[in-house]
Structures are given as C-alpha cells and as structure tokens.
C-alpha cells in the first residue's frame, strides 16, 4: 500500500481563520504538513498565522470561495498541491423559521456549502496528485433537522450527494466529507446568540457522548481521511451519537 504522507505535504485549508478549520490547520501543521489557510477576512487569516505559529510552514490567502474567478486565479497561481479541505460556512441569518428567512440568506449557506465545493473541486482538483483528496464538511443537520434549520439541512445534504458523485467523477481523486455534530465553535454565536452556552450545555446532556463536540475532533476526523488511502465517496459522521438520540 502507498502510504499517504501528512509530512512535507501540501495542504490548503479553506475556512482555516477560525474552529474547525484552525484546528485542522494547527493538526496537519504540527505533523510536518506546509499549509495554506484560506478565507475572506485578512484580518482574521493574520490572527489564525499568528496563532498557529509555524512561519515557515504556513501561509495565508485572502479568497472568496463563492466567486468563480477568484478560485479560478487562485488555483492558477498557487502551485503544487496535495489535499485540499474546506470547513468554510457562511450561515448568518439562516436558522430561521420560514416566514422570517430571507432569501439572501438561504443562498449565502448554499454558495457557501455547495458551489463553493463544487468551485474548489471544479479548479483544485487538476492541480492534485492521484494520490490527493478533498475533504468537506457537511453536518448532523442533514440527519436531525431541526425548526429553522431547514436551509442548513437541505445543503448538508446536497453535499453528500456532491461528494459522492465527485468520487466517482474525479477518481483515483479520494473526495469524503466530515460530519459534524453539535461542535462548540464560533458559529453557534449566529445560530443561538447569547443562548450559546445553554444550548450547547442542553445538548451534551442528551448525547450518548455526554458532551459536545471540540474542534480538534474533527480536525482527527479530516486527518483521517486525509491520510487514508482506501476511504472515497464517504461520510464521515463526529457526532458523539447525535443521530440516535
């Protein structure tokens, strides 16, 4: 079997300013990886490499994953690549019920989650080795939708089917997706606001898991498949048991 290397790879995290992300980063970073985090916010990408550390190993690009010419170019100019990942969501004033939603912010979550992906795949995946990945991030909503989240679970779900059609498509190209259960990252503060901690205290009491998720359980996740050369077409679920309960 031909071992899939994390050291000296070269992996772009898109989402990697902040949660899921950062902590995949500062995982593949810590193994000998050369990253690049990527995002819309400069001055969230220069607090993430100032956090990270590793000035050697890390850079950062401003991009918008939802702009087709910006992915393109990126792409273009970014040189060899290795695996890509993207935890990127942009799901302000999504967790609505429907006579509130608006429509400008149902079709963020889904340039955000799906054509987003499907940009990063359609661009990133000439620039991989046969032996590359691309892994996503879809989430438990999918499985347990909830009242307001109807927008949010229908994308997760639309990603799925991406990821498994992408794995077919795009072979010997290995493409997964992690899903996420209740993880205790930045972007609770636009779904719960100041119920935040409540909510996620609610939460771990129901879980066979007792707890909710941290970051760094996804990140072990996104390694995983990563490095596992056997694994495509798969959704990974970190959940803590969420879908039995």
């Known amino acids: 079997m031909t071992e899939i290397r994390i ?21 593949l970073l810590d193994e000998g990886a050369r990253v690049t985090i990527a995002g819309r916010s400069a001055e969230r990408l220069e607090a993430a490499r100032r956090e990270l550390g590793h000035p050697s190993d890390l850079k950062t690009a401003t991009l918008d994953l939802t702009r087709e010419e910006e992915v393109a170019a990126f792409f273009r100019d970014c040189g060899p690549v290795d695996h890509i990942v993207s935890t990127a969501a942009d799901i302000e004033g999504a967790y609505q019920l429907l006579p509130d939603l608006k429509l400008s912010a149902a079709q963020r979550v889904v340039e955000s989650k799906f054509y987003g992906p499907l940009l990063l795949a359609k661009y990133g995946a000439p620039c991989l080795p046969p032996s590359g990945s691309i892994t996503y991030t879809s989430g438990v909503a999918a499985y347990r939708p909830a009242a307001r989240g109807s927008v949010v679970a229908a994308v997760n779900a639309a990603l799925e089917g991406l990821v498994r059609a992408l794995a077919v498509e795009l072979a010997p190209l290995r493409i997964n997706a992690v899903s996420p259960g209740w993880v205790d990252t930045p972007i609770w503060s636009f779904v719960a606001g100041d119920a935040k901690q409540a909510t996620l205290e609610a939460m771990a009491m129901r879980l066979p898991a007792g707890r909710v998720g941290r970051p760094e359980d996804i990140a072990d996740a996104i390694r995983f498949l990563i490095g596992n050369g056997f694994t495509t077409g798969t959704i990974l679920h970190v959940e803590g048991g969420h879908r039995l309960v």
Do not use: P
């Not at 992996?11 to 980063?25: D, F, R, T, Y």
């Open 7 to 27: 050291e000296g790879a070269e992996i772009i995290v898109v989402g990697g300013s902040s949660g899921m992300g950062l902590a995949s980063a500062r995982r």
